[in-house]
Structures are given as structure tokens and as C-alpha cells.
């Protein structure tokens, strides 16, 4: 089965992805990003200031990535780039990714790519308060990718915002389970697993 995780930036996906690995680990399960199909720098699109924008559904290379999750579904065992921030494409490793009995895919076009989201068995959209989004991304982007405070608020307001409310917003009654990542991750959690038992007969 694959369940999905899908969010806007901040909002935990990968978080919940780690946990939901852990949890169900007895599975096996295959962890499948969508950040690993970013195109090349070179390939995005700038915006009219002339900045790279990666938050179009344009940025990740759509056909490979739904290839490549038919594949898994399939049985059979992918090859793909782990993607790092700001590493050249020659340097980031080739990973193989095997089936399992549970896939959990994570990405922010989850829902918008209408091919990849009918593969999904389960889904879960994060929501989280805007101002507590806006905190994780600049102390994750300002403490581990080394951008400016005015180069983060540049691309929330231009990019991130934008993108939230035209590619994931109106998809976000496609989820069954809507994850509030705010204040009781735990809780919310086990809200989760519960439903995950109900409906999927899901245990760990």
C-alpha cells in the first residue's frame, strides 16, 4: 500500500515521514521523497526579479518520478539521486529503492500531480499555523542551507506563499487525514495510526 504526506514548507513532512518509518518499521517500508526529482539548477524557472523559483510543480521532473512509484508498486526496485541542497548534481549518491508491503511517499505537489495521487492508497495533508511555518523555515534555512533573513522572506512571500495557495490549498479536501502540526504532535499522531488500523488495518 502507499500512503502519502503532503504539506507546505515547514509544515513537518519529513518529520512525520521519519516517524511513520520508525512506527512501522516491522514493514520494511520504502520511503519515497519527491525532493529527489528536482531537475538541475540550469532547468528552473526565474522569476521577474530573476530568481531561481523551486516552488512550481515545474521543478521536479514529473514523468520519472511517477515512473518510477509505478515501479515500486510493481515490485520492482528503483535507481535514483538523493537529493542535498546546493550539492552538483554529479556529487549527489545513487540510491536503489526496494518494494516493501508499505511505500510512504513525501513531497509538496503530492496533490497536484493528478497521476501520482491516484497511486496513493492513504493520504495525509499537514497543516500548520503560517507564523510557525514562516520560524522552522528561516532557522532551517538560515542555520543549515546559509541564507540571508531577506533572501528567506523574499521567497516565502514570492515563492512559498504563492505556491501554498495555488498548487496545494485547493487540493487539501483530497487528504484523509488532516495532521494539525502545531502544538500536540504526539496526539495527533496516535490520531493517525487510529485511523491508519481503520482504514487500512494498518498496525505496527
Keep these: 500500500m502507499i500512503?502519502?504526506?503532503c504539506g507546505g514548507s515547514g509544515s513537518g513532512k519529513t518529520t512525520l515521514l521519519r516517524r511513520l518509518a520508525k512506527g512501522y518499521e516491522?514493514?520494511?517500508p520504502t520511503v519515497f521523497s519527491m525532493d529527489n526529482y528536482y531537475r538541475p539548477f540550469e532547468e528552473q524557472l526565474v522569476d521577474e526579479n530573476g530568481e531561481v523559483n523551486f516552488d512550481l510543480p515545474t521543478a521536479l521532473d514529473q514523468d520519472k518520478m511517477i515512473a518510477d512509484l509505478k515501479a515500486l508498486h510493481q515490485g520492482k526496485s528503483i535507481e535514483v539521486k538523493e537529493y542535498h541542497f546546493n550539492s552538483p548534481p554529479n556529487k549527489n549518491v545513487l540510491i536503489?529503492?526496494?518494494p516493501s508491503d508499505l511505500i510512504i511517499v513525501e513531497g509538496l505537489f503530492l496533490f497536484h500531480y493528478e497521476e501520482l495521487h491516484e497511486l496513493l492508497d492513504y493520504s495525509i495533508f499537514m497543516e500548520v499555523d503560517e507564523t510557525i511555518?514562516?520560524?522552522r523555515r528561516l532557522y532551517?534555512?538560515?542555520e543549515t542551507r546559509g541564507y540571508t533573513r531577506e533572501a528567506i522572506l523574499y521567497q516565502w512571500n514570492n515563492h512559498v506563499l504563492p505556491c501554498f495557495d495555488k498548487f496545494l490549498a485547493p487540493h487539501k479536501d483530497k487528504a484523509h487525514f488532516y495532521f494539525r502540526n502545531e502544538h500536540?504532535?504526539?496526539g495527533e499522531y496516535n490520531r493517525l495510526t487510529d485511523s491508519?488500523?481503520?482504514s487500512l488495518n494498518l498496525t505496527s
Excluded: A, C, Y
Design 3 to 5: 500512503v502519502g504526506i
Design 26 to 28: 516491522s514493514l520494511n
Design 96 to 98: 536503489t529503492l526496494h
Design 133 to 135: 511555518q514562516l520560524d
Design 140 to 142: 532551517r534555512d538560515e
Design 184 to 186: 500536540d504532535f504526539d
Design 196 to 198: 491508519l488500523i481503520k
